[in-house]
Structures are given as structure tokens and as C-alpha cells.
């Protein structure tokens, strides 16, 4: 008999997990001993899907145990086969089915004010967190993930990324620094992840390996949608290597993760910021000069929306056009606060109707009153209307009552 | 045993007769109206009672002789205390040392601190629950091993219960945390004071004997006296009544959970849209988390829009009491309070104000106030595609909760469920539920985290509701939707045995609850 081998979660707080116990037999056939708390509505479907993965992985002699908690098949199939693949090593996946709406690919420019971490081996918070309209979802395999649930998590976060309707939010996932960063990417590219979050980034050729290894996984597989990246400068050597890192490729946005910085300089976060100054403005100036979004670190006090309103009220004013969120109510907030205010809606406004009003007539040249308005003006202005519609500030039909 | 089954008005088979008596199928909303004359206890004489007026006797053992305690006798008592009651436990424990049996257990709910009655249930000295069955009781219910069949009534229908002669009380027995001696009674004062005694009211009028439990005796008058001693036999002073601090139950805390947080926003939101948040409106909130949020979120609307509720009902609580000091709220109708501050709110402010199920819940007054009630929040454990709810059952067949006062809402203006779409897998909007508690067509809106359905029958709102920009989807969509995820769960296999029936609000049966096979 082999030594026992386990995956996923119990008791209180491991609602929709499941705890797999594995071990192999030399005879004896399948012995599955099935507890859950769905037993009678779903237990005779449990069980023949852990049988169908067993016969995947040609599995003839076993002790498996599932304990679940009301997880869903595709948690359920990654707990079994990280149990079994902690057991002998193959090459074989079981794979949920893909949802045809997480095929799609999403645009370098795209809106990504809010973006909701959540613990890469926490199935419970996935199953919701599409519906509280985040512009992006982390699946987080860093921090937010014990060692030794790595290996068990990158499974996991595969199979949400197939199974799991996240209703159009950008579908991220933070991978691990160095090496192990390099091997989640097999997990995660051909499962149409949109956006990698890269941890503390220090330079631009790590980028450059990761994107070639992502060139390769996609070779592989015959795919070629785009994957975005998203590296979060964590250190001093990463603030300084800013603008090498912004302009890397299939960069998108910058983000800056203060935690990690301020400890990196030995200083205090406080709530002024000031020791985290210079960085932000290097950050958003190394963005502005690549041409991408400048993205702020996340705000911890998940209690306090009022302050969480200044910090991004102020963050906007420094030109960041989003932040990480760590809780599902931070978004709306979030959004309410990077939002255009009054004068920017009317001014674009008269861009966006001055745009229409050119187009209507054929005309090459936007221009209002004596001034031409250049094409990166009128997407920044059509931007700002979107946002404004986004959070009910303005109505969709906008150009129906304008009277400029 | 055979059992003669006929198809009820909401397509469900349902007995004619429970435990021995006759019973009418469910026949529509408002369709049955049983003529006749209310049922009466005995008459009394005051000239059999003591001329000084003083009811005490030594212990509660003593009232209970005195009371004439015998076998198939029916017991009643109240959950003011919730899951703080201590005297339905002894006075069973009693009835055993006794000798008694057959006993008949009509309490208005019950609660986990009743799961000793289980050695009565089994010892032969009760014979059945005619209440709510959830908890432990539950448990030892669906597992067939009550004797009688459970009869679940709400609030509303335990006084139809009782005014019918359906369930004839012969010893009510009132914990209460101030008495005086002529048994003149509240739950305001004392130190183990509960709020009001609303559901034991009934029992007081219509019990042949009654006995008032106090652990705060005190000179006559005891003002106010919601439970009026002209219809007391026996008072009793014991140490201890009840255990107030129990009555919080986890229920009655406002969620942190971000789903439901996320579904009593947009409940909120809803209701704002459509119109229902005005001036002068009135509303309830029960006592799940999800809804006492939702009284959180309509404070904020209420304060931003600078306008006030004519009156809330309640159960009330910490966050309705802080909205009727604010100001926001004219008047708390109140008819239990589910914590301290209700108590203590009910106790100094007389804009809080103490009803009974006869005020907004009974079938046989003459009108009640449930109807106009403008918008109610409810819970339910599953929801079917014809907008039916079930609050009795798990969708694995298992007793789960009461009815509580949940029937008699469904008679308010706008009636609202906040639901997840599922639970641990389970969908709760689905094809058919398991126990029908409440017919569709008294249900107007179900609200998930994943969407919004309007029931069709509602043309007013879903036209109002038009080019929303909340995500209204059909009852359907959250069906199909709910089952893509979770997929279809099996149907739970029941057999033909009947362990309770669940009775509408005016005493006809709308469905019946099987024993699940192993």
C-alpha cells in the first residue's frame, strides 16, 4: 500500500471544498467512500465522477475518501487529481468542460479600475465574485496561497478558469515569483487566462522570459489569443527600472504593490503616503510614457469605505486609474471615486459630440470652436463617458438630450 | 394505516384527516370561510376564585394538578424567550414524573433549548408537536419516530387554530418576566424581560386553565398588564423564567457575508426603482441577516431622499429601533422583539408598540394589517418556477424551520424574497418545491445575487421596471441558470408516510411533509 496522499480542505470555512484522502492498493478494486453534505441530492453524481477521474488516470486499485462540503464538479475533479498526482507524476489532465464565454480575449486598453483578489485555493469566493461587477478577478497563487497548497491551488485555478462564469469581468491570476511563476503558467495560458499579474518585478527581462514562455505554452497548444501582463513593482530596484518594465511587452498596466515597498525601505505605511510618493509618481509617469494604465496598491481596512473613498479620490488625482481590491464592497466604492467628475464629463462630452457631429458630416478633422481635437483626446473623452455611464452618472443615450 | 389523500388547489395530496380529526384541503387564496361561532372555554365564575385575588400556589408542579393535568391533554406555550425558554422542558419533565401521556405539545415555535422533549416524545408521555418542528425536534421527526402527525401552522393560523376549535388548550402555561398575584402579566419589566407576550394572548382568552410562570412577582397592579389576570388560574414564582440574552439567535445579526450583503443591496435598490421607498410607506424586515441589512440599506435611501416610514413592522431589533429613534420610522409595530434593544424600546418609547398575531395576522378578524403593509422581506428555503415557496423543508425532504409569521406576510403589497440562487450547491430557485408553504401568486419578487425576477402577474411592475438597469431576468432564466451551476439534484425519495402536515392561514391544508427513506 502507498502512503496516503491528500488535497483540499475541511471543517468550518471550507464551505464549497472538499478534503480528498488517497492511497493506492496493490488489489482490491475501488474502495470510495463518499461523506457529503449533499449526499442524497448529489451523492450518486460525486460519485461517478470520481470514478470517471480514477478510470482517467487508470486507476484500478484505490482507498479514496472525499469529504465535501458542497463543492462543485470542477472542484471536486482538481482535489481528486492533485491527490492522485501527489502520488506519481503524469502528464495527463483532467479537464472540466470550457465555458464558451471564457474563451474570449479582452482589449490591451480595457477598463480595470477594480480587481478582486481572491485566494487561488478558496473555491467558495470564486463562485460569486463575477457578480459584484469587478472590472477584473485575481487568482491569486502567491501570498494568499500556503506552500504547500501550491501545487493543489494551481489545479484549482485552472479548472475555475474553465468552469467559472466570472459575467465579463477580465480573468488574472497572480503567479508565484521566479521559477515557480514560470511553471503556474502551464497551468493557467492555455486555459484562456487574460491578464498575469507579475509579483515584484525588478526589471525587464523577467518579463521577457515569462512572455517567451508564453509564447511556447501557446505554441503548444495552438493558441494565440493575447495574454496581458500586469507586473506589480514591490521594491526600490523595481521603482527604478519603472519606464524598462512599463515598455516591456504585452505590458498593459503597472501596478505597485506598498506593502512589500515600504518594508523593502524600512519605512512605515502610513495613511498620508508620503514615504510611498516618489514611487507612485514614478510609477504613473513610467506608465504615461508607455502608454499604459497606471494601477494602484490595495487599501487593507476592509471596515472603513469612507477613508477607503479619500485614498482613491486622492489616488486619481495622482493620475492611477485603478486599485486592487480585497473585498467585494471595496469595488463600488472604488469605482464611484475614479470616476470622471462633473467638468470632465461635460468637457468630454463636447469632444465625444464634436467626434459624432465630424463623422456625421464626413469629416476627417474633429475640431471644437478654433481648436483641433487630436484621436487620443476623443478615446480619452469616449473613456470618461463610459465611466460615467458605468456608475449611473450619465445615461446611455446621453447624445439624444445633448444640446452642447 | 391507509390514508385518504385528495388533490389540494395547489395540486398537492393532502389527507382528510390528522391525528384523528377531520381536515379540510387547501382550497385557493381566501376561498375557504368556515361559518358558525368562534369557539369558547368554559365559562368561569369569579366567585371560584380567591375573593383576596391572589392565584399563587406553591410550585409549577402544584398548578399543574391543580390544573387537572391528565392524559390527552393539549399543553401550550410561547417563544418569547426564543431559545432561551425554560419552562416547556419542565413542564414536561414534570408531566413525566407524573405518569402522564399522550400529551399534545402546542407551542407557538420551537427552538434547540426544546431537544430534551425528545425523552418525553419517546417515553410515551407526549404524543405529538403541533407546531414548528426545526432543530433536534426536526431531526427526530423526519425520522418518523413521532407518534402523531406535526401540524404546522403560522402565527396568523395558530389563532385561526384556537378561535376555530381546531386545537382545543387545556392548560396554557405563560412564562412571563413580571406578574402580580392576580396574574396580571408583561414581558417589559424584570430581569428576564422578553419584550411583549403577544403569542401566548390567545391562549390566555381561549385555554381552559392558565397558569402565569413569573420570576418577578410584584404588588398588584402589574401595568402594563399585556396579559390580563381575568384569565389567569394559577400564578407560579419560580427563579428563573427565561433566559433573555438567548433570544439573539444567530438569525437576528446583520450579515457579513458579501453575497447577501450584495442581494439586500439590490433588494434595496429594487425597491427604490420601483417606486416603493416614498414618503409615508411602510415596510417589514424579518429577522435573517439578509433582511435586517435590507433595513439598513432603506434607512440610507431614507435619509438621502429626506423621508420617513409611516411604520415598520417588526420583529424588531437593534437597527429598526435605531431607525425609529432617528426618526426615520413613525411607529414600531411590533410582534416579538428579537434582542435587547427591542426590549428596551418597547419598555421606555410608546411609538413602539406591542400587537399580537390577532392584529396583523389573524384570518378570522375583521380585516388585518398584514395587507397593508407596503413592502415585506421574507426568507424561504427554496422558490419554484410558479413563484411557489417552501420555508418548512430542506430540498433533501428534512423539517427545517416553522412557519413563524412568513404566511401571513405573503398578504402585504409588494412581498419580496432575497435569496441566494443556491445554497452549498443546492439550487433554490427550482422546477418544483419540495413543500409548498406559500402560493405563488402572494409572492411578487425574487431576488438573487445573480438576478432579479418579477412574477408576471406583477404587469404594474414590470412595466415600471422597464430599461432598468438592474439585471431582471425570468424566474425561468434563474432557474436554468441556478442548474447550470450547481447541476440537477435528484429528487429526495420519499415514502407514503405523512409526519406532519403544513396548514394554510385559514386552517386548510395546502401541503403535507413525507418521511424521506434511507
Not at chain 2, 358558525?36 to 372555554?41: E, K, L, T, V, Y
Amino acid at each position: 500500500m502507498s502512503q496516503k496522499t491528500t488535497a483540499g480542505n475541511r471543517g468550518k470555512g471550507a464551505a464549497s471544498d472538499c478534503y480528498v484522502e488517497f492511497e493506492l492498493t496493490s488489489a482490491g478494486g475501488i474502495h470510495l467512500e463518499l461523506n457529503s453534505k449533499v449526499k442524497s441530492l448529489f451523492g450518486a453524481k460525486i460519485e461517478s465522477l470520481c470514478l470517471q477521474i480514477l478510470h482517467f488516470f487508470d486507476i484500478s486499485n484505490t482507498h479514496i475518501s472525499v469529504e465535501d462540503n458542497g463543492a462543485l464538479d470542477h472542484v471536486i475533479a482538481a482535489r481528486v487529481e492533485a491527490a492522485i498526482k501527489k502520488q506519481f507524476k503524469t502528464d495527463k489532465q483532467f479537464l472540466p468542460d470550457m465555458l464558451p464565454q471564457n474563451q474570449t480575449g479582452t482589449a490591451r486598453d480595457k477598463k480595470r479600475r477594480s480587481r478582486l483578489y481572491l485566494p487561488g485555493n478558496t473555491p467558495k469566493l470564486a463562485l460569486n465574485a463575477g457578480v459584484y461587477g469587478a472590472d477584473g478577478i485575481i487568482l491569486d497563487l502567491e501570498d494568499s496561497v500556503a506552500p504547500d497548497k501550491k501545487f493543489e491551488a494551481a489545479i484549482l485555478v485552472r479548472n475555475t478558469l474553465r468552469a467559472i462564469d466570472f459575467y465579463g469581468a477580465e480573468r488574472m491570476v497572480r503567479i508565484n515569483q521566479g521559477d515557480k511563476g514560470l511553471d503556474d503558467l502551464d497551468y493557467i495560458i492555455p486555459h484562456f487566462v487574460n491578464l498575469i499579474l507579475v509579483p515584484k518585478c525588478e526589471n525587464g527581462e523577467q518579463l521577457q522570459v515569462i512572455s517567451s514562455k508564453i509564447k511556447q505554452i501557446q505554441k503548444k497548444h495552438h493558441m494565440s489569443h493575447s495574454v496581458h501582463l500586469m507586473p506589480i513593482l514591490e521594491s526600490a530596484k523595481g521603482v527604478l527600472k519603472a519606464f524598462e518594465i512599463a515598455a516591456a511587452e504585452h505590458v498593459v498596466a503597472l501596478a505597485i504593490g506598498l506593502e512589500d515597498y515600504t518594508a523593502d525601505l524600512g519605512v512605515q505605511r502610513t495613511e498620508e503616503g508620503t514615504e510611498s510618493l516618489f514611487a507612485r509618481c514614478q510609477l504613473v509617469n513610467a506608465a504615461t510614457a508607455a502608454g499604459i494604465q497606471a494601477i494602484d496598491s490595495v487599501f487593507s481596512d476592509v471596515s472603513d469605505m469612507a477613508l477607503l473613498a479619500k485614498v482613491v479620490a486622492k489616488s486619481k488625482t495622482l493620475g492611477f486609474t485603478g486599485m486592487g481590491c480585497i473585498h467585494p464592497r471595496q469595488i463600488k466604492v472604488v469605482h464611484e471615486n475614479y470616476a470622471p467628475d462633473k467638468t470632465e464629463i461635460e468637457t468630454a462630452k463636447r469632444i465625444v459630440n464634436a467626434f459624432y457631429l465630424a463623422t456625421e458630416k464626413g469629416l476627417g478633422v474633429v475640431s471644437l470652436g478654433s481648436k483641433m481635437i487630436d484621436p487620443p483626446v476623443v478615446i480619452r473623452a469616449q473613456t470618461t463617458i463610459d465611466m460615467a455611464i458605468d456608475v449611473g452618472m450619465l445615461k446611455q443615450n446621453w447624445r439624444d438630450e445633448y444640446v452642447g | 394505516m391507509s390514508v385518504n389523500l385528495v388533490k389540494n388547489a395547489v395540486g398537492r395530496m393532502v389527507p382528510i384527516e390528522i391525528n384523528g380529526k377531520s381536515a379540510v384541503p387547501f382550497q385557493g387564496v381566501g376561498a375557504y370561510k368556515p361559518t358558525g361561532r368562534i369557539h369558547a372555554p368554559e365559562i368561569s365564575s369569579c366567585a371560584n376564585y380567591p375573593e383576596d385575588g391572589n392565584k399563587l400556589v406553591e410550585s409549577l408542579k402544584a398548578a399543574l394538578i391543580r390544573a387537572g393535568l391528565s392524559d390527552g391533554m393539549t399543553i401550550s406555550t410561547h417563544h418569547h424567550f426564543r431559545n432561551g425558554d425554560v419552562i416547556a422542558v419542565e413542564i414536561f419533565k414534570i408531566a413525566q414524573e407524573l405518569g402522564v401521556k399522550d400529551l399534545v405539545w402546542f407551542p407557538s415555535a420551537a427552538f434547540p433549548c426544546h431537544e430534551a422533549i425528545i425523552e418525553q416524545l419517546e417515553n410515551g408521555t407526549i404524543h405529538h408537536i403541533e407546531g414548528s418542528l426545526n432543530g433536534p425536534l426536526g431531526e427526530f421527526v423526519s425520522q418518523g419516530k413521532m407518534r402523531g402527525t406535526g401540524v404546522l401552522r403560522s402565527h396568523g393560523g395558530r389563532y385561526q387554530a384556537i378561535q376555530d376549535g381546531d386545537v382545543e388548550i387545556d392548560i396554557a402555561v405563560i412564562a412571563a418576566p413580571t406578574a402580580d398575584s392576580f396574574g396580571n402579566a408583561n414581558g417589559i419589566d424584570g430581569s428576564s424581560a422578553c419584550g411583549l407576550l403577544g403569542f401566548a394572548l390567545a391562549d390566555s382568552e381561549y385555554a381552559d386553565k392558565v397558569i402565569v410562570v413569573t420570576d418577578n412577582l410584584v404588588p398588584f397592579p402589574c401595568i402594563p398588564w399585556q396579559i390580563q389576570g381575568n384569565h389567569v388560574d394559577f400564578v407560579v414564582e419560580v427563579d428563573q423564567v427565561g433566559i433573555p440574552e438567548r433570544i439573539v439567535s444567530g438569525t437576528t445579526k446583520v450579515t457579513k457575508s458579501p453575497d447577501r450583503l450584495h442581494i439586500a443591496e439590490l433588494t434595496a435598490q429594487f425597491c427604490e426603482e420601483a417606486g416603493l421607498i416614498k414618503d409615508g410607506f411602510s415596510f417589514q424586515a424579518g429577522a435573517g441577516g439578509t433582511s435586517l441589512s435590507i433595513g439598513n440599506f432603506f434607512g440610507e435611501i431614507m435619509r438621502r431622499k429626506g423621508i420617513k416610514a409611516r411604520f415598520a413592522r417588526g420583529g424588531s431589533n437593534k437597527y429598526l429601533v435605531e431607525m425609529l429613534e432617528e426618526g426615520l420610522i413613525e411607529y414600531i409595530l411590533d410582534g416579538q422583539t428579537f434582542d435587547l434593544d427591542g426590549i428596551r424600546s418597547m419598555r421606555e418609547n410608546p411609538l413602539h408598540v406591542n400587537t399580537s398575531p390577532f392584529t396583523s395576522y389573524n384570518y378570522h378578524g375583521k380585516g388585518n394589517f398584514a395587507g397593508l403593509i407596503d413592502i415585506v422581506i421574507l426568507g424561504a428555503t427554496e422558490v419554484d418556477v410558479n413563484f411557489n415557496a417552501n420555508v418548512v423543508t430542506h430540498s433533501d425532504g428534512k423539517l427545517l424551520h416553522g412557519i413563524g409569521g412568513w404566511q401571513n406576510c405573503l398578504f402585504g403589497k409588494n412581498v419580496i424574497l432575497p435569496i441566494p440562487l443556491f445554497r452549498n450547491r443546492i439550487p433554490v430557485v427550482c422546477d418544483e418545491v419540495t413543500t409548498i408553504c406559500g402560493p405563488g401568486e402572494l409572492i411578487d419578487i425574487i431576488v438573487t445575487e445573480r438576478g432579479i425576477a418579477i412574477n408576471p402577474r406583477r404587469t404594474d411592475l414590470m412595466e415600471t421596471m422597464k430599461g432598468s438597469n438592474l439585471p431582471i431576468k425570468t424566474i425561468q432564466e434563474l432557474k436554468e441558470e441556478a442548474e447550470r451551476i450547481c447541476g440537477i439534484p435528484v429528487k429526495p425519495n420519499f415514502s407514503d408516510e405523512i409526519i406532519s402536515a403544513v396548514n394554510w392561514v385559514d386552517g386548510t391544508v395546502i401541503d403535507v411533509v413525507r418521511k424521506v427513506k434511507n
